[in-house]
C-alpha cells in the first residue's frame, strides 16, 4: 500500500497562483503514474493531471491544461503547480497512485478555495 499526503491549498484572489505538493510514502516502488484529481461540492470528481512516477509523460485535463504544471521532484514527491485561479477551480483536491493498472491508493485531499 502506498500512502499519499496532499499539502498546498488555501484561499487565493482569481488570478492566483497555488503549488500542492503529494507526498508519497510505502510500498512507493509499485508506482506507476500519480494522478490529481479535485472535487467540488455537488460535483462528481474529475482528473486534472498525471504524471509517470519517472517524471515523464504529463496528461493534463482540457481545462486546466494552459495553467497547471505537473511536476515530480527527485525523491518521493509530485507538485500541481497552478497559475491563474478561477473560481471554478474551487475544489478538494486529491493524489492518487496508479499500480496494477488503477489508481488505488488517494490521499485525505487539500481545499482550494479562489474568492473572485
Known amino acids: 500500500q502506498v500512502q499519499l499526503v496532499e499539502s498546498g491549498g488555501g484561499l487565493v484572489q482569481a488570478g492566483g497562483s497555488l503549488r500542492l505538493s503529494c507526498v508519497a510514502s510505502g510500498l512507493i516502488f509499485y508506482i506507476n503514474r500519480v494522478g490529481w484529481f479535485r472535487q467540488a461540492p455537488g460535483k462528481e470528481r474529475e482528473f486534472v493531471a498525471s504524471?509517470?512516477?519517472?517524471?515523464?509523460?504529463a496528461k493534463y485535463a482540457d481545462s486546466v491544461k494552459d495553467r497547471v504544471t505537473i511536476s515530480r521532484d527527485g525523491a518521493n514527491t509530485v507538485y500541481l503547480q497552478m497559475n491563474s485561479l478561477k473560481p471554478e477551480d474551487t475544489a478538494v483536491y486529491s493524489c492518487a497512485a496508479k499500480y496494477r493498472g488503477e489508481y488505488n491508493d488517494w490521499g485525505q485531499g487539500t481545499q482550494v478555495t479562489v474568492s473572485s
Open positions: 504524471i509517470n512516477w519517472s517524471g515523464g509523460f
